[in-house]
Nanobody, 124 residues
Framework: QVQLVESGGGLVQAGGSLRLSCAAS????????MGWFRQAPGKEREFVAA????????YYGDSVKGRFTVSKDNAKNTVYLQMNSLKPEDTAVYYC?????????????????WGQGTQVTVSS
């Protein structure tokens, strides 16, 4: 059973940067699609970014395109989300997720394992 643990969240001023990490244990993710989602209070879970390490493709949500970058370190079995030019509307709990297939998706229901989430708060 794979376990995903996010870290790196915190409080940052608007315009600042954070890097989130998602460490996987129990299996390697080199052949799995990985995703980042976020959920703000009272809102639905929103797609942020997705990565297929084996296929080598990435997707981003429109609201983060050009500001966020997803990457992976196979040796550390870790996926990262570099977040730059943060805005107050980026405030949310951020989750990483894994698919049992290599293909990526924007839909939360397509992902099979989830981390516990890490809070990101951007002050204005």
């Amino acid at each position: 059973q794979v376990q995903l643990v996010e870290s790196g969240g915190g409080l940052v001023q608007a315009g600042g940067s954070l890097r989130l990490s998602c460490a996987a244990s129990g299996r390697t993710f080199s052949g799995n699609g990985m995703g980042w989602f976020r959920q703000a209070p009272g809102k639905e879970r929103e797609f942020v970014a997705a990565l297929s390490p084996s296929i080598g493709i990435t997707y981003y949500g429109d609201s983060v395109k050009g500001r966020f970058t997803v990457s992976k370190d196979n040796a550390k079995n870790t996926v990262y989300l570099q977040m730059n030019s943060l805005k107050p509307e980026d405030t949310a709990v951020y989750y990483c997720a894994l698919r049992t297939t290599a293909w990526v998706s924007r839909r939360p229901s397509d992902f099979d394992s989830w981390g516990q989430g890490t809070q990101v708060t951007v002050s204005s």
